[in-house]
């Protein structure tokens, strides 16, 4: 039951800080003889890796990604997959003037009350960076999941402005730096989101994460729930505030007859539901329809605009973040999300094997 | 791992079916010399009650709830507790005729996909009637955190019917019949659902969790955040479909300047945020501020309204649910509500003392 | 991580008291469609029920278990089964006496410095009324072994007597009050025992489990060892204080050649071991050939013989516990053994079927 | 749940093989503030280190341990510490022969059942090299632990030769290469296992694991014994047979007052048992009386002797291990046992304070 690993079965442990020598995390539970080199894991790393466009932190790191263990001769062996990323550019000078105050927002405070000790160079555990290896391990869910599974994620708001789902293509979605499927929503956020960088301050925004191909029956009752795993999986990452499913908060609005999903035999035989405002998930398990889940994430919190603060010492001050930080880390949210949904539903694979055979 | 057992150190695991004899739970880890007895528990069952008002199930359950064991003379012993509560008014006849049909929106389809068997009687396993357990292993939690830590729950929106946050009087919570703290929303609410109840409709609704009196340092990076805690908890309840924390998905329309808790040294030394944007945790830990939290619990899927479907014989047909049903089962989430994160605490100041002492 | 708890995947939570109302538990994740009820249980249970022979606790309690939840029309459904069986035979005014005292050997004194409180009456959750519910749930692990795999335990030393293993007969062990395989031994431990009993003494006892049928490739490395469960599921079982597989702990006095269970390939093509020293079990995995356990079970604890010891006033003290014990709580060990044999066994085939297919 | 991890709050999850890169492990749950360095570490490594003797195997590995996470200017910081060791002097060509066959008494065989895969070099996965991350994770347990519990470890049997209990001197267990705490029990040892060792032969070893300063207390019902805990600990190390606390399977053989555990109340007003039999754990909770545990392990099944086996294609083959293997693997196994001892211990300090504060 640590705190830094999730899943059941495909079980996940993280470690490490944003500015120590490495961060790594061992995947284990993987079933054995299934391909896998860097590869595999490289291609999900560089779409997170920040420094690809003025948007982002401007870091350098490359996330060159190293398998220690748990394959040989390129196939899983089933036993422990440890990956691990060498931090290269760190710059804790940075961060010199915060060791001692608390940024508003940040984790800053909450560590120091909680431990009596923080590593201050970049955020240390509390860093974004570890989210580098939930993507690692995401891809690595992926394999297992088969390819008949499809796991795609998108920002579909920044600050105020939402997308227009009718524009919606998947083909845009990695086609500008922000994950947006609608290019001219693209066009908007590109100009708001400059202004914003340039005048130190930061916006959220909300990623919706889809995965397709589903089977009917994974998930469970009561408390291993799919949705709630699901919940806890984009809680978890770093500046989330809000997880939805199918309908998510908007479901409070609408009434019994509007909410239901009907049902209809199709010509072939197959079991077709004539809408999805449920999100793929009844009862805590999946209907065989898409798996749609949304999660905000909050405005970065290490601004250049000054806010009131106190220091370790208890003297009120007036703090201004330096550093290299992203204007809306909802951006490089949007793989993150992707793998903790490749994750949840690799697990549930496995447990329902177990149980249902 | 047992799907339908929830908490680290608190630890509850719940048993039983809508229509079966007997519904329970069992609670480890619960610290010893606690006074306890039935009567610290039947106040919150009594308001989870069904058939208090017309606007719930009419099915009549006393909910009477006996200890069976962890409690000598009065006290914990730190021995597992053991609640039960005997199902005194099933009427499975009602569902007679949904043993071979699936409900829209409902958890029969999914049940049956995954195992191949339900107990269609009442629903099952996954009737919102196993949520009494949740209440009752949230009044033991509550014991467990004492009387310093206050935990309430509201209803905020019911349908499209938001409440007035200016009129919010904690007074009007329990003084009428949906646990709503504005008295004039609560008379719009009721002209509302009395409309939807007598057309064989429902409505969906938003509960609203707080928790005060909250010491900073609850709580642990990075899978075992208290906000994934939370929101894994709510999004288990029976038909949530989203969690939020602080601004939650509205996180996403602010900026930074705006989102930040600015921090003052108040003149008894004290620390003191200048606003809540956070809900009460940054980076995963409890700040000290309110822990607030909101969940939307979607409108009844057993509505009289037909509705199009499939039954086991993969034909097509027309459904209505005719039984005893909540027009809005949200009105009984919110002492579920209070429940979870009740719970969801109590696991996490024994989590905190148990690595910091 | 409940301590009342264990396995991973088939989930056993046990709860209550030797003088409580009741006691039971909770068997989390069973696969569905299982024939099973109470007289699937039953059986297993008589076999452990006290009272049936001069040789054990005269105690009468039918133990009559009934199943509250998780079996729908003779079958299971997947979700939790609650296991109960009340409580009809207390005599709690028989341990008045030592409601203050601590009786040398026996958990009266450790509960009292870890809690603060214990329930005394019949040393309350420590007491081996709790193995009730270990058999009841390895009755359910048996169903979903199925009739290939055999799960048999007998009791192979008594005191200072071993059995003979050339006399061998599984027919005995269930023609004699001890579980003796040798009925020879039987005999000896017969006038033995007696004699033990009048004189309010008690004797030890090993206890042997044995499985067959078993396949290849259950288990898994390094801490999730077949062995290190078994070793767990044993040790967990009141009295005992040692665990051994195959040669155990004479493992040490052989040479590498004579440890080495040579393989042949069969006639048939089948893998052939020539000996079994590693007890079916080689680097935590089954090999396919029985897996072999034994455990030693210490003489009951309270007796009839005026022991030193002190009370909770701090008062040294003589000490005779009166009441209704088991001269040799070994003997009614043996259903218990092969219950926790089997639960793990079918904890591992559950886990090897979730990541092996 | 990993298999690779043990232990529920103070939680070490390994990874690595014998001939890959390096291996390491994750140690979570740790308390903050606790002064941490690799010399904290090292020289508990350097006990277990190989090539030290002409009695263990001559492999040449420094074992030179990086903390690579969770600690800050020399202190813990309560977030997972990472700890790796390089691999340097494999010799995978020394294991060619032996890729597609299987050793007797080895977990090639059964690997191979499981996951239809193995990485022979070295054993792989299955290699006692994995026991260096469990001897580091035992170091910081000692931290936690604190200096007022000592834990120490003697080999107390080699092959059949017993050392004489009369002559036990911890400061000889240092003097010898095999941590024998009977000097003249060493000498015959020493000639013993020259033999053994020039004739390609293995001999098995029992160890004794002893922790001192013990408080009352520790450990849990029913599942989560202490007692349960350590057999499952030590019987996880690679090669235990059997594992015994206090008296362990000799146990069986007493009567109910020889193994009463006599207490008086000390002059000073202090609790004394007269003896331990108990091995310092009754109920599955510590006395407060020292703990002493023991685990067997059998010859190493590696070995120049000829053994019948059969290879992956299933035929029959002579097999000869060439390698550099320990002649008594035992010998090694001595800092293995404390620190899984260590590591139990100091779980169950975390847990105790956890629900009892």
Known sequence: MSVNSFGRLFRVTT????????IGCTVDGVPPRIALS?????????KRRPGQSKFTTQ??????????????????TGTPIQLMIENTDQRSKDYGDIAREFRPGHADYTYNAKYGIRDHRGGGRSSARETAMRVAAGAIARKILGPDISIRAALIQMGPHKIDRDNWNWDHVNANPFFCPDAETAD???EELDKIRKSGSSLG????????????????PVYGKLDADIASALMSINAAKGVEIGEGMGASALTGEENADEMRIGEDG????L????????????????????????????????????????????????????????????PVGEAMMACVLADHMMLHRAQCG
């Open 275 to 334: 809408s999805n405002h449920a999100g793929g998930i009844l009862g805590g398990i999946s209907s065989g329809q898409p798996i749609v889940a949304r999660f905000s994430v909050k405005p970065t919190s290490s601004i250049l605009t000054p806010r009131r603060s106190i220091n370790e010492a208890g003297e009120n001050i007036d703090i201004i973040t330096k550093g290299r930080h992203d204007p809306c880390v909802g951006i490089r949210a949007v």
């Open 15 to 22: 470690w490490g800080e944003s500015h120590g020598p490495a």
């Open 38 to 46: 860097e590869a595999d894991i490289q291609p999900y790393l560089d």
């Open 188 to 190: 908007i956020w590109s």
């Open 270 to 273: 197959s079991i077709n539901f």
């Open 59 to 76: 870091r350098q790191e490359t996330d060159q990604v190293k398998i220690l263990s748990g394959v040989f001769e390129g196939q899983t």
């Open 205 to 220: 925004a909300i990623v919706e994460v889809i995965a397709e191909g589903m089977p009917a029956g994974w998930g469970a």
